[in-house]
Structure formats: C-alpha cells, structure tokens
C-alpha cells in the first residue's frame, strides 16, 4: 500500500474531519477554520485542473469572507489509535452568503491548486526544443505561475521540437505534452503537484482480506464508445499510422468502422519514431477494457490515475483498474464513490 499509518482501513474507522489554513510559502498547516459545515471534494483525471469542491462556512456577521488556500483533514479513530491525514488541499474563493439565525452562511467555490497555470496563457511562438528534459520544463513552467510545490520523479527527453498556441494556457500546453509521451500530474492531498510517469503498481488492493472497504453494489460497462482503434500522425512530409485488428470489441476488426485519433507534429519520447508513436498511443488505448463504478470506504494517498487491483469474485471484481475519477463524501464515515477503467 502506499499509504502509511497504523490504521487498519479494512476495519472498523471513525471520522471526523477539519478545515485549516494553509501556510504559504511553507504551506503547512496553520489555522482551524472554525464554522466549516460541509464540504466536498470530486476529482477526474480528463479534467485540466484534476480535482474541485465546494464548501460552506458560517461565521459573524461582521466577518468578511476571504480567499484562501485550504486543507481538508480527517481525524481517523480506531481504537486507541487516532491519526491525522490530508484528503484534499485547494483553494477556496468565497461566493453567495445568507444571514441565518444571527450568522453569515458563505458558499465557498474551491479550486485545484493548478488554477493559476490555467489562467496564465503561453506567449507567442511558446515551443520545446528538442532534447529538453521535460519533466524539468514542466517544473519550471508550473512553479513560475504557482504557489504549490511542484517536483518531477524522473525525467524524459523530447524527440523533436513541440510548437504550442499562443491562446493556449500554460496547463493545457503541460498537458499536451503529458498525454504525448504518457506520462501525468499528480496533485497529492497535501496539494504538492507531482510530474510523474503513469503508476504500474497498485496502490489499493481490493481482497476478502478487506472486502468491507467495498459497497457491494457495482456497476460494469465492458464496451467503451470512444475508445480508439487507429491512430494517426503526421510530423511534416511524415504520416504514420496504426490500426487495432485484434479481438477486443472496440477495435476496427470487430466493429468494421474507425474511431480515429489524429495528431499534428506530437511531443515523442528521445529516440521515438512517428511509427513507434502511434504504436504505442494505440496500444494504451487498446489497454482500457470497461469501467466499474463502486463505492468504497476512503483511504490515505489514493487518487485519480492510480490502479486499484480487485479481487473479490463474490461482486465481479477480479481485475485491475485504473481511477478515473472520484467523489468524496465526509461525515460520520469517509466514502468515495469511484469511476475506473479496467486495465488488461
């Protein structure tokens, strides 16, 4: 597992949860916010900024709401053990307030820590040459406009040059070249941002040992309409492309049509042809087979774009997954209801 503690999360734990203030530039925790009510938190690895919530807070009426950055903790209790750990660290921007029963009720909006490198456009002519290490240059790139900590694990270097649109934001043009060489952000609980390969290993293991992390209730979906079957790219006078003709059922052999993937002059890994590109973009499409969407009880450090491996035949889970988006709810227990694709 990859998170740490001596709390056994496939037992019996209670929660309570809290709201502080985060501390910049140190941002560690600072402050209480007295008056939080409720809270909550979704995250979904197709969307540029990863993760958003909203909040309400009540407070005096004298009081004027402000912007911050937050950290939603949870104060877990099993037994004589209690421990302290982040779920979700953004920033929260006031909104709509209403005066009930001698008190300011404000509606928080809250917003992933990558919101200024998507509001921060690339300047004209803005490109990658050749050879750059671009996990470096992804970390340059976000810590110029951010407040969060921002690390690489590892690095790559890019095959040939990558031009970007003025129009577009610094975020959108971190994650063209992310979703080119395969490669994501992770924004952790803390709200430490993370350039980083895909996960190959599991970082929950869903068994009969801890079966009661599960909701019972799941939902599959074994045929995906979008999934692509022939991808296309061309770089210059050069065009490569690649078709699925294998037995699964979204690829061109089984459905007798294209579902087309078209890029123009796309990031690649050093020493990576056109053809060994659109080789391997095809192939991690082919690697997503269906989706199960479930409940489960929340643990520590486990987010969208890490797999959770199932294993308990008694509801159908027998597979890898990997989370592709996530809803959590806080209250008297901690729970997360779950969308992930199933991984050959």
């Known amino acids: 597992m990859s998170y740490q503690g001596n709390i056994d999360w496939g037992s019996s734990v209670s929660h309570k949860w809290r709201l502080v203030v985060v501390n910049q530039p140190t941002w560690t925790d600072g402050a209480v916010v007295s008056g939080a009510m409720e809270v909550s938190v979704t995250r979904d690895r197709d969307g540029d900024l990863l993760e958003s919530g909203s909040a309400t807070i009540a407070m005096g009426i004298e009081e004027v709401p402000n912007e911050f950055i937050g950290r939603i903790e949870v104060l877990a209790e099993q037994g004589i053990t209690v421990e302290r750990h982040p779920v979700s660290t953004m920033r929260f921007?006031?909104?709509r307030s209403i005066i009930h029963a001698g008190r300011k009720v404000v509606d928080y909006d809250c917003f992933s820590v990558l919101r200024p490198a998507d509001t921060r456009k690339m300047e004209a002519g803005a490109y990658v040459p050749k050879g750059t290490?671009?996990?470096a240059w992804i970390v340059k790139m976000l810590s110029e406009c951010m407040r969060a900590p921002v690390s690489a694990t590892g690095s790559f270097m890019?095959?040939?040059?990558?031009d970007f649109d003025g129009n577009s934001s610094r975020l959108a043009s971190v994650w063209e070249v992310l979703n080119s060489i395969g490669w994501c952000l992770r924004v952790t609980e803390l709200g430490e941002v993370v350039v980083m390969p895909?996960?190959?290993?599991p970082a929950l293991i869903l068994d009969n040992a801890n079966a009661s992390l599960l909701d019972p209730e799941l939902e599959s979906d074994d045929c995906l309409a979008d999934t692509v079957n022939y991808w296309v790219a061309v770089d210059g006078d050069n065009r490569a492309e690649a078709?699925?003709?294998?037995?699964l059922p979204t690829s061109f052999a089984q459905r007798g049509y294209y579902v087309e993937e078209f890029e123009e002059s796309p990031a690649r890994l050093d020493g990576e042809t056109l053809q060994a590109y659109v080789n391997r973009r095809l192939e991690e499409s082919m690697s997503v087979v269906g989706t199960r969407t479930y409940s489960r009880a929340w643990v520590p450090d486990v987010l969208p774009f890490d797999i959770v491996r199932g294993s308990i035949a008694s509801v159908g889970l027998n597979c890898d997954m990997r989370i592709k988006s996530q809803t959590l709810t806080l209250g008297a227990s901690a729970m997360v209801s779950e969308v992930s694709e199933v991984i050959r």
């Open 243 to 247: 078709v699925d003709y294998s037995d």
């Open 158 to 162: 890019l095959t040939e040059h990558y």
């Open 198 to 201: 895909l996960p190959t290993e």
């Open 93 to 95: 921007i006031p909104g």
């Open 133 to 135: 290490d671009g996990a």
